[in-house]
């Protein structure tokens, strides 16, 4: 089979080729960074993470390009600025740590490149003279507009046309924009907003808008024109559809080949968001849950589809993942293997269809165990390496087995196989008391310690 990808501008499947298959592109709309992560926005990098696994796979690993930005100039930053006092950069950096910590901690690979908007100031400059020189732009008393009306295609992603995409939509009184879909470029600075939001420019002191930061670090990192440009369903319009207006009026070539939008995640029925409240923090399940399960919950949808967020999905995501581990563990010893089963890749080539490929993921669990069952040395190696290649390629099964069943947290694995040792040192002492009380103190945070002929193990409980 080869890769099938749901394009958003032609609105249906089609048949993926590459510009240069030594040479593939992606664009993923990176974060805001003033706060947490909620696991809404971490669907994005999740199922972007599995697309670009499977072009690694393919084209091999070093003909992927993977961009993510940092928008780290914006509206929502300045406030935070202005409310805690601290400099732009700090809260920034503050935020995009955490993010890169979360998403690491799901397994999603890091970006080859990771464009910070304040980085790219010059850029985004040169990108807006362009469009002023071409008559695509304008300037007003708050900033520099792009004129939607110049654009002969403009809503061609979205399928909405000037007049038509906000109801009843006008110029207000004081806005000085000459239509209502006309958008900023460039905004000029308010008084009483900090120096480090204030760049200069031909038009005046300010900073850009956020839609023309992604033309323009895209155009940077990638080329004119990128293999595939994806993000959330919310950022077809007017996200997308005004970079498009932007890179392509600017241009003269279409800015992406391919466009892919994931469905939202919702909660209690409704879009998880800020504004509405009903988030859970990425950071926060992570102090609950190994990465995986997180990661296996969020791939357990179709990516274009809604996902219903429940403690059930988590639990049920624990139960098939402690499964698919046990089965793993049943045949870890048989090395030599070669990975050939095609059944997961065939899922994912049809549109990333992650629900299928975990149920095959599970068929594979089933052979491995059936051939531990046999003794089967031949089927126990094969398995063991489709189970592997199955993880690469699905961004799960990362930990050993025995990693797993010790909790999946590596650094608090090593602390404990540290108490656990210092306990065996006690015992070896005659120093009871001591060794008593680690076993205690670990048996208070539920772990438990296995005794036996070949030493001391543990478990959590
Ligand atoms: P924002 O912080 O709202 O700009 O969102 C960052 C990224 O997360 C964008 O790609 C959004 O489309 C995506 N996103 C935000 N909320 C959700 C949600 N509930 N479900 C899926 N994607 C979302
Ligand atoms: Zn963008």
């Not at 956020?210 to 440009?229: F, P, V, Y």
């Not at 076993?439 to 478990?459: F, N, P």
Request: hydrophobic share 40%.
């Amino acid at each position: 089979m080869t890769l099938k990808l749901h394009d958003t501008m032609v609105r249906e499947k089609r048949g993926f080729q590459p510009q240069d298959p030594k040479r593939i592109t992606i664009y993923v709309c990176g974060p805001t960074v003033y706060n947490y992560a909620h696991i809404g926005n971490a669907r994005p990098p999740v199922v972007f993470d599995v697309l670009r696994r499977l072009l690694m796979k393919t084209y091999g690993e070093s003909s992927v390009l993977f961009a993510r930005n940092i928008t780290d100039i914006e509206d929502k930053i300045i406030k935070a600025a202005l409310d805690t006092g601290e400099p732009i950069a700090v809260i920034t950096k503050k935020y995009a740590d955490i993010y890169n910590a979360d998403m690491l901690a799901l397994n999603v690979l890091a970006p080859t490149v990771e464009p910070w908007a304040t980085g790219h100031v010059p850029e985004m400059i040169e990108l807006i003279t362009k469009l002023v020189r071409k008559d695509y732009a304008y300037t007003g008393k708050d900033g520099v507009w792009f004129s939607v009306a110049a654009m002969s295609d403009y809503g061609k992603l979205s399928g909405r046309k000037p007049g038509d995409n906000e109801a009843g939509a006008r110029v207000e009184p004081g806005e000085d924009k000459r239509a209502p879909e006309d958008f900023a470029l460039w905004k000029f600075a308010k008084p009483g907003e900090p120096e480090d939001a204030i760049w200069g420019s031909p038009w005046g002191r300010g900073r850009p808008g956020w839609h023309i930061e992604c033309s323009a670090m895209a155009a940077k990192h990638l080329g004119r024109t990128l293999d595939i440009h994806a993000g959330g369903v919310d950022l077809t319009f007017p996200h997308h559809e005004n970079e498009i207006a932007q890179s392509e009026c600017a241009h003269g070539e279409i800015m992406a080949r391919y466009w892919l939008h994931n469905g939202f995640l919702d909660m209690g029925g409704e879009k998880m968001s800020k504004s509405l409240g009903n988030v859970v923090l990425v950071h926060e399940l992570l102090k609950e849950w190994p990465g995986e399960v997180i990661r296996f919950a969020m791939l357990s949808g179709h990516y274009r589809a809604p996902l219903d967020w429940t403690p059930e999905l988590l639990k049920q995501a624990k139960t098939t993942l402690d499964r698919i581990y046990g089965a793993l563990r049943r045949v870890w010893e048989a090395e030599g293997g070669k990975a050939a089963y095609r059944g997961i890749r065939d899922a994912l080539e049809d549109d990333l269809n992650t629900p299928e490929a975990l149920a095959e993921l599970s068929g594979i669990a089933s052979a491995a165990n059936t051939a531990a069952d046999q003794n089967d040395a031949a089927m126990m190696a094969a398995t063991r390496a489709d189970l592997l290649a199955a993880g690469e390629l699905l961004g799960l099964l990362t930990m050993t087995p025995k990693e797993w069943e010790q909790g999946g947290d590596a650094d608090d694995t090593a602390r404990i196989d540290g108490l656990v040792a210092a306990r065996i040192s006690a015992r070896a002492a005659k120093d009871w008391a001591e060794a008593d009380r680690i076993r205690k103190a670990l048996a208070e945070e539920g772990v438990e310690i296995m005794d036996g002929a070949g030493g001391s193990t543990w478990r959590r409980i």
